[in-house]
């Protein structure tokens, strides 16, 4: 089993940019896929985006739109969410999660087994 911790949120100016990380305990990273979701206020939970476990194939939310990049660190068995251009509707929670089954990157946070404690984001106008 695999413990995930968040970390890197805070409060951020319109167009700036963050660097959310997720640190995996337990297990590597390299067992699971990984994904990144997130959850304002009143709204359901939201993918943002996932790697499979080799990182060979990312997915992306469609509201990225290019401005956000997940990338991976084997050798500290940590995944990183970039974001950039922000804007104050990415005010959300930010979660990450593993899937057992680690060749698929899916979209639905029903199917992750693991989360993290999340952090907040907050985007001011």
């Known amino acids: 089993q695999v413990q995930l911790v968040e970390s890197g949120g805070g409060l951020v100016q319109a167009g700036g940019s963050l660097r959310l990380s997720c640190a995996a305990s337990?297990?590597?990273?390299?067992?699971?896929?990984m994904g990144w979701f997130r959850q304002a206020p009143w709204k359901e939970r939201e993918f943002v985006g996932g790697?499979?476990?080799?990182?060979?194939?990312?997915k992306y939310g469609d509201f990225v739109k290019g401005r956000f990049t997940i990338s991976r660190d084997d050798a500290k068995n940590t995944i990183y969410l970039q974001m950039g251009s922000l804007k104050p509707e990415d005010t959300a929670v930010y979660y990450c999660a593993a899937d057992r089954v680690r060749s698929r990157v899916t979209v639905t946070a029903g199917t992750y087994d693991y989360w993290g404690q999340g952090t907040q984001v907050t985007v001011s106008s």
């Open positions: 337990g297990r590597t990273i390299s067992s699971y896929a």
């Open positions: 790697m499979t476990w080799s990182g060979g194939s990312t």
